[in-house]
Every structure is written in C-alpha cells, then in structure tokens.
Nanobody, 129 residues
C-alpha cells in the first residue's frame, strides 16, 4: 500500500513562488507515475502535472495543464522517493487544495482523477492579489 504525504502549502502573494513536496512510502517508487491535482474552492478536482515512472521508457515523460505551463515544474527524486511541484509566478486562480497522486506506471501518463489509486491528504495553497 502506497502512502503519500504532502507538505509545503501556505499563503503567498501573486507573482511569488511556492514549492510543494510529496513523500511516498510503502511501494516501489520507481514504478509509480506521480501527479499533482488541485481542487479550487467549490470546484472539481483537476489535473495539474504528472511525471512518468523512472522505469518507464515510453510516451511523454511530463505533462502539464495548459494554465500552468511555463510556470510550474514537477521534479522527482527517486533516491528520496519524493516528487515536488515547483510553482512560480503564482496567480490568485492557483488558489486550491493541492493533492499528490500515484498509480502504477502504464503506457501513457494519465490525466483523470479516476486513473490514480493513491492519494495524499492535500495541502492548501492560497495566492493573494
């Protein structure tokens, strides 16, 4: 059973940066596709970014939601079993609860909530204008 624990959320002014971290345990991290989702207040949970498992050799290695391309990156550290979400040039519309998610790697990266079986508890990010 994979456990995921997020950290790093908080309050930041628009234009600022924040780095979220997700620590994984209980599974073989190198075989997991990792992703970040977010849920803005009163809205559905949505895909933010994903990164392929270290052992995967096929398909896109990273994917981003259009709204965060060029501002967010999703680095993973397979030695530390962590995946981060580096968020730059933050906007008020980035305000949301952010969730780390994992799934056993497949042919392609997945973007839907239903495709991920392991979830963290979430961390709140608030961007003030």
């Amino acid at each position: 059973q994979v456990q995921l624990v997020e950290s790093g959320g908080g309050l930041v002014q628009a234009g600022g940066s924040l780095r979220l971290s997700c620590a994984a345990s209980g599974g073989t991290f190198s075989s997991l596709d990792m992703a970040w989702f977010r849920q803005p207040p009163g809205q559905e949970r949505e895909f933010v970014a994903a990164i392929k498992a270290a052992i995967s050799w096929s398909g896109d290695k990273r994917l981003y939601q259009d709204a965060v391309k060029g501002r967010f990156t999703i680095p993973r550290d397979n030695a530390k079993n962590t995946v981060d979400l580096q968020m730059n040039s933050l906007k008020p519309e980035d305000t949301a609860d952010y969730y780390c998610a994992a799934r056993t790697t497949g042919l392609l990266l997945k973007l839907r909530v239903q495709e991920y079986g392991y979830w963290g508890q979430g961390t709140q990010v608030t961007v003030s204008s």
